[in-house]
Structure formats: structure tokens, C-alpha cells
């Protein structure tokens, strides 16, 4: 019995190999919706924004443009360490 269950792990090596795959897969998956859900919650904050910007647009003074400014360019950051991550998994997992 022993001896056809050793046989039987020699003559699969490639399900092995399968589930690595398999694995490495899932974390591809896993880092990439996660990634997904970075840039979903930049958009919220980039359609707050807009409603804010829309809802004071009588007020015109010049700091609360320029506090806008920097927020835009804060979530411009954001998106570009998101899409930078996004290129760093990408390179990780290619054969």
C-alpha cells in the first residue's frame, strides 16, 4: 500500500506544481481586487468632491480653491501609488 502511494506522488509531480499555480493565482486575484477597491474608494472621494465643489460654488474665495487644488492633487497621488502597486504585482507574476 505504501509503495503505490509513493508511486502514485512520483508519477503527479505536476499537481504540485498546479497548486502553485493555483495559489500564485488567488494572490494575483486578491492583490488586484484589493487594489480595485483602493481606486473605488479615490473615486467616492473624487465624486464628494465634485458635489462639495458644486454645492460651493458661490463660494469663490481663493483659499477654498486652493484647498481643493491640493485634495485633487492628494487623490491624484493616490491613484498614481495605486496604479505604481498594480505595476509592481504585475511584474511579480510574470512567467
Known amino acids: 500500500m505504501g509503495k503505490d502511494k509513493n508511486q502514485n506522488n512520483q508519477n503527479n509531480p505536476s499537481s504540485d506544481s498546479l497548486d502553485l499555480y493555483v495559489a500564485k493565482l488567488a ?3 486578491a492583490s488586484i ?3 480595485g477597491d483602493g481606486l473605488t474608494a479615490v473615486a467616492a472621494g473624487i465624486a ?3 458635489l ?3 454645492e460651493q460654488s458661490n463660494n469663490n ?3 477654498s480653491q486652493n484647498g481643493q ?3 485633487l492633487e492628494k487623490m491624484q497621488k493616490q491613484i498614481d501609488d495605486l ?3 498594480l505595476n509592481q504585482v504585475k511584474k511579480m507574476f510574470r512567467w
Open 27 to 29: 494572490f494575483v486575484g
Open 33 to 35: 481586487a484589493t487594489l
Open 48 to 50: 464628494l468632491e465634485a
Open 52 to 54: 462639495e465643489k458644486k
Open 61 to 63: 474665495s481663493p483659499q
Open 69 to 71: 487644488s491640493k485634495q
Open 83 to 85: 496604479i505604481n502597486e
